[in-house]
Structure formats: C-alpha cells, structure tokens
C-alpha cells in the first residue's frame, strides 16, 4: 500500500510560481511511475504531467509544457512539479498519483491505484 501526501499549494499571482511536493510512503518508490492531475471545480480530473521510475522520461499536457517541470528525487521518496508563468485556468485542486503498471497508461486516471488527498492552487490578482 503506497500513501501520498501532497503540499506547496496556495494563491499566486499570475505570472508567479509554486512548487508542489508529493510524499509517498510505503511500497517502493523507485519502481513507481507519478503522474500528476488536477481538477478544476466543475471539470473533470485531467492529466498534468508523469514521470518514469528513474526520471529520464517525463510527459506534459500540452498546456503546462515549457512552464511545469516534474521531477524526483527517489532517495527521499518524493516528486516535485515546479509550476512558473502560472495563469487563471491552472487553477484546481492537484493531486498525485503513483502506479507501478509502467509507463504506457501514465496520462489515464485508470492508470494509477494510489491517490493523495489534493492540495488547492489559486492563481488570481
């Protein structure tokens, strides 16, 4: 059983940066494909971004490339996604997500088994 806790949300400007951080214990990290997703009120979850075992292969929506960055470092069980150039329509709860299926199924909900608890981010003047 994997448990992940996530935390950095919080309200920004627009133009400004968050870091988020996802914690996970249990199971075995370093085998763990993490995507995270966000969910906007009134919209459903969508993907955000994933990142293989290792960290040499990383994903994006089209809509966050070139501002988000995801990475791990797996010697402390954690995986970041730096968020900068942040604008209005990111605004949502986001969420991590960790499997040990692979990489072929990281943009699908249905692709991950263990899920954090979300941490709201605000982006508005």
């Known amino acids: 059983q994997v448990q992940l806790v996530e935390s950095g949300g919080g309200w920004v400007q627009p133009g400004g940066s968050l870091k988020l951080t996802c914690a996970a214990s249990?199971?075995?990290?370093?085998?763990?494909?993490i995507g995270w997703f966000r969910q906007a009120p009134g919209k459903e979850r969508e993907f955000v971004a994933a990142?293989?075992?290792?960290?040499?292969?990383?994903d994006y929506v089209d809509s966050v490339k070139g501002r988000f960055t995801i990475s791990r470092d797996n010697a402390k069980n954690t995986v970041y996604l730096q968020m900068n150039s942040l604008k209005p329509e990111d605004t949502a709860v986001y969420y991590c997500?960790?499997?040990?299926?692979?990489?072929?199924?990281?943009?699908?909900?249905?692709?991950?088994?263990?899920w954090g608890q979300g941490t709201q981010v605000t982006v508005s003047s």
């Open positions: 249990g199971g075995t990290f370093s085998t763990l494909t």
């Open positions: 990142i293989n075992w290792s960290g040499g292969s990383t």
């Open positions: 997500a960790a499997d040990s299926r692979g990489w072929r199924t990281s943009r699908l909900r249905d692709g991950y088994s263990y």
